[in-house]
């Protein structure tokens, strides 16, 4: 019969690829005895990296390494499952990729136009405001706008020596450390990468920049769910994404489908609620009047049937899309209605979150 210090012997020459330390060091190994005389012992193995094929490789490497140590008979007493770290388990110390940083959220939408950068811009310029210590990081490549949202379209980051590194140093602008795919691309010029330089650059962006320690990232992802999602959600270590829409069905539609991405078995990232942008209208000389122009309470339905938390409602205000144009996001306007709105959902997500809200 195997034992279990047998199989944590065998095991502890497996290493996790990500963190570079073995897998019984790292804790990520369980153990469960056999039940019954010809029952089977049950392993449950941790990994860094969701991917159906990092886990499958994570399996033949524990059942290899058991059968190399114990005999031909140990793949037949052991069976192996392996599982991708949970969000509460994602920690700065179990990571390689942005291990300074303590939440990291993807904000997404199905489609395009819904207001996606505006909501990312605002999130991290109002966790900024609560003393957070916040970057944003703008992975959309078909649009991207986060440089225009910060009013620094026509500056370039420059680079800094950390150590035996040469690091691209994100720019910063109202307390938020910002680096954008745009920076790198003529602003007249439209990025045509294919799937695979796309995602290398991408990827560069979060390897290969002095963040520092942070609380938030906020990642702009681009509309849609391609394969530059799936490279993204598998390389950086996501606490949760947040799905962007407005109430209108066609909308809504997109969005169910990016929480399903999220929530598909090689990805397993938690969706931590939906944001209805565009909820209404009110005109400026009738404040108190609600138009719902796209319809209403659609995406709170939607998140009520997935079973997703609701993060609030922001309305169709002209001020919005000027802030956004000026380089000024809408929650540094102090006490209007646009600014109240974006704080209401940025205080909604932190309870969600279980940190504080002032």
């Known amino acids: 019969m195997i034992s279990q210090k047998a199989v944590w012997e065998a095991l502890s020459g497996v290493m996790d690829p990500e963190l570079g330390k073995d897998i019984v060091t790292l804790g990520f190994v369980s153990w469960e005895e056999a039940a019954g005389e010809n029952g089977r012992h049950r392993l449950v193995v941790k990994t860094t990296n969701p991917a159906m094929h990092a886990r499958n490789r994570m399996q033949e490497a ?23 770290l949970g969000a509460e388990e994602r920690t700065p110390e179990t990571r390689k990729v942005l291990p300074g940083v303590g939440t990291v959220i993807a904000v997404a939408s199905g489609k395009g136009g819904v207001g996606k950068s505006t909501v990312a811009a605002n999130l991290a310029v109002g966790l900024a405001q609560l003393g957070y210590r916040v970057g944003i990081c703008d992975a959309d490549i078909h649009g991207p706008s986060v440089p225009t949202m910060f009013d620094v379209a026509r500056e370039k980051p420059g680079s800094v020596q950390v150590g035996d590194r ?8 109202y307390g938020v450390k910002v680096l954008s795919i745009g920076f790198f691309a003529d602003p007249d010029q439209a990025i045509v990468w294919r799937g695979p330089m796309a995602s290398r650059a991408l990827t560069q962006l979060f390897t290969d920049a002095n963040w520092g320690p942070l609380d938030f990232m906020i990642i702009d992802l681009p509309p849609g769910t391609g394969d530059i999602h799936l490279s993204l959600v598998q390389q950086v270590p996501l606490t949760g994404a947040v799905v962007v829409s407005t109430p209108q069905e066609v909308a ?13 078995e090689g990805i397993a990232v938690p969706v931590l609620g939906l944001i209805e942008n565009m909820a209404y209208f009110s005109p400026p000389d009738l404040p108190d009047r609600r138009y719902y122009l796209f319809g209403q309470d659609g995406v709170k339905r939607l998140a009520e049937a997935l079973d997703v938390p609701f993060l609030g409602e922001l309305p169709l205000i002209q001020s919005i899309r000027e802030a956004g144009d000026v380089g000024r996001p809408a929650v540094l306007q102090g006490e209007t209605a646009a600014a109240g709105a974006f704080k209401a959902v940025i205080a909604e997500l932190l309870r969600r979150l279980g940190k504080r809200v002032d």
Do not use: Y
């Not at 524990?62 to 991708?84: K, M, N, S, T, Y």
């Not at 040469?166 to 602008?173: F, N, R």
């Open 166 to 173: 040469l690091l691209i140093e994100p720019l910063e602008q």
């Open 252 to 264: 809504l539609a997109d969005a169910r489908k990016g929480v399903g991405m999220f929530r598909l």
């Open 62 to 84: 524990v059942l290899f390494a058991l059968e190399r140590a114990l005999g031909a008979p140990a793949r037949d007493q052991v069976q192996v499952e392996v599982r991708a």
